[in-house]
């Protein structure tokens, strides 16, 4: 499959209608050789909720953002609690349909990688071993001042010791794994440093505000540059971190297919893009291909509690 690429923006009204149709992404797993692109809308299922697709937290929630946490010791102590709380969400997580077909397409060799934009760990959880976290994982920490990264389930251990009875009721949980408090809520939650050298502690993920590092973004792009062609699963797109390597395929002439349920930002770019529920889709498609997609998870999800 060839396809013409198209650079230019067109606005989400202009943009081709999704269809049923899972032909194309079986096609694509048949040819192998197929990269990943996940996004959040991949996890939903599992009950981790998305900012951006239907219901999605962006509105009414505002992240919390690279500088806001490194300028001051309160939001600090606001992103801490509610991310402590927010983790036991995290936790309770399992993989769902949609991470197991991931994990049934690799291990039949039908993948050359998966790029997640997600920092649930789920991927992995549920057997993928071939997986760039682009944002980064829950399931670690590290020190902006040693740069020594750590366990997320160690740290959460000293968190409990520290702030024993902690336990208010959180409005939701966002897909950062950030819960929604008040001020009042979140009192005065003790922070804790590093153990190494009493430096800040912060999770080993992309805030925004924050940029993903050059050398992960090279190696994702080595995998387009590698890759026969591109399947995105449950991502919008509209931050660059992931269209991008939409783009690059396209510009070298590469298939790309999305499964999303909405118009996404990179539907100008693709073959076609699927408008089902990323679990039904991807187990519809293995069983087109006769595989078969494990029925539990084979493992705890990385960002376990």
Known sequence: MR???????????????????????????????????????????????????????????????????????QARR?????????????????????????????????????????????????????????????????CLSCGAVGSRRALALRLEEANAGFAPTAAAVNPDGDADLTDAQVGDFRVLPCLICGGVLKPDVVFFGETVPAPRVEQCRRLVREARSLLVLGSTLTVMSGLRFVRQAAQAAKPVVIVNRDPTRGDQHALTRVALPLGAALTGVADRLHLRVDAEPAAEAAGGA
């Open 78 to 142: 606001r992103y801490w609690a509610r991310s402590h709380l927010g983790w036991r969400t995290f936790g309770r997580a399992r993989p769902n349909a949609g991470h197991r077909a991931v994990a049934a397409f690799e291990r039949h060799g039908l993948l050359s990688g998966v790029i997640s934009q997600n920092v649930d760990g789920l991927h992995q959880a549920a057997g993928s071993e071939d997986v760039v976290e682009l944002h980064g994982s829950l399931s670690r920490v590290v």
């Open 3 to 73: 396809m013409r690429p198209t650079l230019n923006w067109i606005p989400a009204g202009d943009l081709p209608p999704g269809t049923t149709d899972l032909g194309p992404v079986a096609d694509l797993l048949r040819a192998g050789g197929v990269l990943v692109l996940s996004g959040a809308g991949i996890s939903t299922e599992s009950g981790i909720p998305d900012y951006r697709g239907e219901g999605g937290s962006l509105g009414r929630h505002t992240p919390m953002t690279y500088q806001d946490f490194t300028a001051s010791a």
